[in-house]
Structures are given as structure tokens and as C-alpha cells.
């Protein structure tokens, strides 16, 4: 750790460990209850299960987004933060908001907004933490006076979420007006401005465990996030295609966010070359295992299997059912879990006693987690193309289809639970090492210019 302040980012993931860890009970109990009786019908029914499960993802990962851009922040503007007393209060609040919809969840008190489920008091909170987040970050930056091109793009990427959670914000009684701009929320942040915060942890990650040279590192940063913008926004209409808006949505659909791969392409393409030219000489492999892996998950789970089902004489056929969820699955864990689980790594050592180099359990962590999210993939995939194909090709009701793809949920379950224990170990791993906040030296790769092959 080179700045005291940056402490407060252990207690960020602190709590996205715990709610990463419950997101998963849910997602369990999600699945258990495809294959058969259910003898928690009464208290705890599917609807209830599933969207604690998805509002826990979203709440972790916010967290997670916060602790790593305080992590990052004092290291890239050289200097303390502005105010560790506000991250405090802004972590309390947070947490409460995040406990409380929980808690709401479970006696109905909920919006009914896919993902956006969160009570109007709920949703205040949401907004007021963002506020003093990106007053705190703004000031530290303002403070130091130096402010980097990866800040910028991290600091644009936050800003911007913070602002598009604002359409969530309103209420429509008309469906289709209200579902054309939940997307604005759900699939700009996604698509759009998480990728930037995405982009900007990778970039800084790669400067550091590659020594690449910052200046071209950054250049790349901005031909990517300009791509993931061009395709990201109209790609928007790929969400339009069956609620009740104009047909011309249809091919604007189609073309913009079939470009939205090559955006993610580059990402991995980038990070891979970063990696292989500066000989992977950081002894902190295992983050370079999880930067390199979110970079390439991505492409998997969001440019293939999101391009899989885009366009819309594919879409038609798959809209809403279990293909949605394989990819969803997928992109998620990819772009947003891994990066952050990545950043944890990489900070982890400096501000625990955990080695440098990680432990065995480390690596298991990861290969159980990936292994066990290909393999939740699959099942959602054989899954959700026999429900397509009986349900919507063949005809057979919603109710009977469910029983004939029950099989699949075995095979989720199974793999599901391959994936829970990796990320068992990788909380049981941070939790082992008492936090240990002390000044160490500073970093290497700030101090000793890259060599010339170290450069892109
Ligand atoms: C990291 C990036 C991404 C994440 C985290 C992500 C996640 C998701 C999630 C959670 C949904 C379900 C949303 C809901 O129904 O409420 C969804 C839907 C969808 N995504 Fe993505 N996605 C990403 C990128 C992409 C990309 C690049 C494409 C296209 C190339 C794509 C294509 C789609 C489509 C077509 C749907 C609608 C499925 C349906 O009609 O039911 N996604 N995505
Ligand atoms: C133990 C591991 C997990 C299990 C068993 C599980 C299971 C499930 C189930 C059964 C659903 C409901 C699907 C449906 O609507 O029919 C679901 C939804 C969802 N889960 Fe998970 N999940 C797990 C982990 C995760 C992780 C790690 C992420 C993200 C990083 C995630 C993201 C999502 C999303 C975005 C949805 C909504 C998908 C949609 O709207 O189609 N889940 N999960
Ligand atoms: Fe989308």
C-alpha cells in the first residue's frame, strides 16, 4: 500500500465478498427449484428468490466498483484520498440500503422493474451515495492535480452510471414506454459505461503487472471505449424489437450491436498482447490470471454469446427465455465479477500478509470458478435451446416444456455448485489474512521506465 487512505477499499470488498457469497445461496435456491417439489413455495417462492439473486449481483458489484476505484485512485493521483470519513459514511449507507431491499424482497416490497427492483426510499440512497462517491474521488483528483487518462475513463464510466440511473428513477404506468427506458439504465450501464470501468481496472491492472508503457496502453483505452460507445448506444434497439416501439428499430438493432463484439475482441486482443510482450514477469500471477481471464471471458460470454441471439430473426426465438439467462450468466461473471475479483488480487497482498505470489487455494479458486461458470453456461444453453425448440418451434405449453428440461437443471446444479465452491475458497482466502494496513516502498513499475519491448 503506498497511501494510507486506500485502506478503506479493504473494507469495500470485505462487504462484496459476504454479498457475492449470498448472491450465490439465492441463485441456488433459484435453481433447486426447477427440479421439482418445493417445500419453500409458501415463503420464499421463485419470483423472490430470483430477484434477491440478481439485486445481490448488482449491489456486490457496485461495491466491488467502489472499493477498487478508492484502491486505484490515491495510486494514480499520487496522494491521499480526499475524505476517508465520507467513504466510511458512504459504505454504511450503502450497506444498509443494500440489507434493507433485501429484507424488503423477502415480504414483497419491491418496484417489479427487472433489476431495478429497489423501493423509491431504496433507490434516494442509491443516488445519495453515488453523490458523496463522486465528490470524495472528484476532490482527491482536484486535490492532487494530476489526473491520468485511466482515471478519466474510470471516473466518465462511474459518472455516467450514476447519471443513467436517473430514467430508473421515473415510473410509467404505460409497459411499453417504461420497458424503452429501463433499457437506457440496464443496457447502457452494461453495454456502455461499465465497460468503461471495465477498460480503465484493465488498463491500470496491465500497466502494472506488465510494466507496458502508459502512454500506448492508454491510447488503446480510448479506441475502445469510443468502439464500445459507437456500437454500445444504438446497439440499445436490440432490446426494442418486441415491446411496442416502430419497426425500424429492428435493423438498427441488428447492425449496431453486432458491432459491439469487435469492441470486446479488441479488449482481450489488447490484453493479451500487453501480457505476452512484457514476458509475465510480475510475481503476482494470479492476478494476471483473473485480468487476463476477465479479458477474455468477456469476449466469450458477452461478444459470442451475445452476438448469438442479437439479431432479430434469431431473437425472436430466443427472447426471454433461458438463453437470455446462458448469456447473462456469462457476461456478467466475465466483465464485471472477474475485474473485480482481479483488482481484489492485485491489492490484496499489499494490504493483508498474503504473499505476492498467492497460494494454491488462489489458483483453485479461479479454475473451479471458471470451470464451474462454462459449465452453468452449457446447461443454460441446452436448456434454454430445448425450450426454444419445444415451446416456441413445437408448440407445447410454457408449464410442460418446464418439466422436460428438467434434466438440465441437474446439470446446473452440479456445475453450479463446482462454481460456488471456487468462490468459497476465494472469500475463505480473503478473510484468512488479517488486514495489515502499512506504507510499503513504491511500486516498481512507477519508478523504473519500461524497456523498449516492455512497449506494445
Ligand atoms: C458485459 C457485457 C454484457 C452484459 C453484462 C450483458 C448482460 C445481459 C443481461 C443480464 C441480459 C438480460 C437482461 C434482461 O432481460 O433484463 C442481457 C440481454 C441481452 N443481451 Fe447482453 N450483456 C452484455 C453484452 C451484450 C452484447 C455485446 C450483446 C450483443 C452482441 C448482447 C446481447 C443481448 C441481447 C440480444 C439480449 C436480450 C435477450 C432477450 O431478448 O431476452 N449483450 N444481457
Ligand atoms: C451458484 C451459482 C448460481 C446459480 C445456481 C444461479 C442460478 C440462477 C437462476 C436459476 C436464475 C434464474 C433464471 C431464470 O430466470 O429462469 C438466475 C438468474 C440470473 N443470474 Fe444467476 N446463478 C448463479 C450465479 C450467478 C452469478 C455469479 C452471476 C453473475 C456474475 C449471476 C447472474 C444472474 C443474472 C444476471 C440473472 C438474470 C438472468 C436473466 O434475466 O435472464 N448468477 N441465476
Ligand atoms: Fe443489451
Known amino acids: 500500500m503506498r497511501y494510507k487512505s486506500q485502506s478503506v477499499a479493504y473494507w469495500y470488498f470485505a462487504v462484496a465478498m459476504v454479498l457475492f457469497g449470498l448472491q450465490l445461496v439465492f441463485g441456488l435456491l433459484s435453481a433447486a427449484k426447477y427440479l421439482g417439489p418445493d417445500p419453500l413455495l409458501q415463503f420464499l417462492p421463485f419470483d423472490v428468490t430470483k430477484v434477491i439473486h440478481t439485486n445481490l449481483l448488482i449491489v456486490w458489484v457496485l461495491t466491488g466498483f467502489m472499493g477498487a476505484t478508492y484502491w486505484m485512485v490515491p495510486d494514480e493521483s499520487r496522494t491521499e ?14 450497506t444498509a440500503m443494500g440489507v434493507t431491499a433485501v429484507i424488503g424482497y423477502l415480504f414483497g416490497y419491491g418496484t417489479g422493474n427487472k433489476l431495478l427492483e429497489q423501493p423509491l426510499p431504496h433507490k434516494l440512497v442509491i443516488v445519495i451515495c453515488m453523490l458523496i462517491f463522486l465528490y470524495n ?8 492535480g494530476r489526473f491520468t487518462t485511466t482515471e478519466g475513463v474510470l471516473l466518465l464510466g462511474l459518472g455516467s452510471a450514476a447519471v443513467l440511473y436517473v430514467p430508473a428513477l421515473l415510473h410509467y404506468e404505460n409497459y411499453t414506454v417504461s420497458i424503452y427506458y429501463r433499457w437506457w439504465t440496464i443496457h447502457l450501464w452494461v453495454e456502455g459505461v461499465w465497460e468503461m470501468i471495465q477498460g480503465a481496472f484493465l488498463a491500470y491492472l496491465l500497466i502494472r503487472l506488465s510494466g507496458a508503457d502508459r502512454e500506448v496502453m492508454e491510447k488503446w483505452l480510448y479506441v475502445i471505449v469510443g468502439l464500445v460507445f459507437i456500437a454500445g448506444i444504438l446497439g440499445t434497439a436490440h432490446h426494442y424489437y418486441w415491446v411496442g416501439v416502430p419497426g425500424y428499430w429492428l435493423p438498427i438493432g441488428g447492425v449496431f450491436s453486432a458491432l459491439e463484439p469487435a469492441a470486446l475482441a479488441g479488449m482481450a486482443i489488447y490484453a493479451y498482447n500487453a501480457l505476452r510482450r512484457s514476458g509475465l514477469s ?4 494470479l492476478a494476471l490470471h483473473w485480468t487476463l481471464g476477465s479479458a477474455i471471458f468477456t469476449l466469450f460470454g458477452a461478444g459470442l454469446l451475445g452476438l448469438a441471439h442479437t439479431f432479430p430473426d434469431v ?6 427465455t433461458l438463453i437470455t439467462a446462458m448469456h447473462g450468466h456469462a457476461a456478467f461473471y466475465g466483465a464485471y465479477a472477474m475485474i473485480i475479483l482481479a483488482m481484489i488480487t492485485y491489492a490484496l497482498p499489499r494490504m493483508t500478509r498474503r504473499n505476492e505470489e498467492g497460494s494454491s487455494i488462489g489458483y483453485w479458486a479461479f479454475w473451479l470458478q471458471l470451470a464451474g461458470m462454462f459449465g452453468m453456461t452449457l446447461s443454460f444453453a441446452t436448456a434454454g435451446i430445448a425450450q426454444v425448440y419445444l415451446e416456441r ?7 410442460d416444456v418446464q418439466l422436460k428440461i428438467q434434466v438440465h437443471f441437474l446439470m446446473l446444479v452440479a456445475t453450479a455448485s463446482i462454481f460456488a465452491l471456487g468462490v468459497g475458497l476465494f472469500i475463505f ?5 488479517a488486514p495489515r494496513f502499512v506504507i510499503d516502498e513504491p511500486d516498481p513499475a512507477l519508478t523504473t521506465p519500461p524497456t523498449s519491448d516492455a512497449a506494445l
Not at 431473437?315 to 426471454?320: D, I, M
Open 315 to 320: 431473437n425472436k426465438w430466443t427472447h426471454g
Open 393 to 399: 418451434i413445437l408448440g407445447m405449453g410454457y408449464l
Open 429 to 433: 482466502d480473503f478473510f484468512r489474512h
Open 137 to 144: 474521488i472528484g476532490m482527491t483528483i482536484k486535490k492532487s
Open 282 to 285: 510480475h510475481p503476482n500471477k
Open 81 to 94: 484520498l480526499h475524505s476517508t470519513k465520507l467513504a466510511y459514511i458512504q459504505l454504511g449507507l450503502w
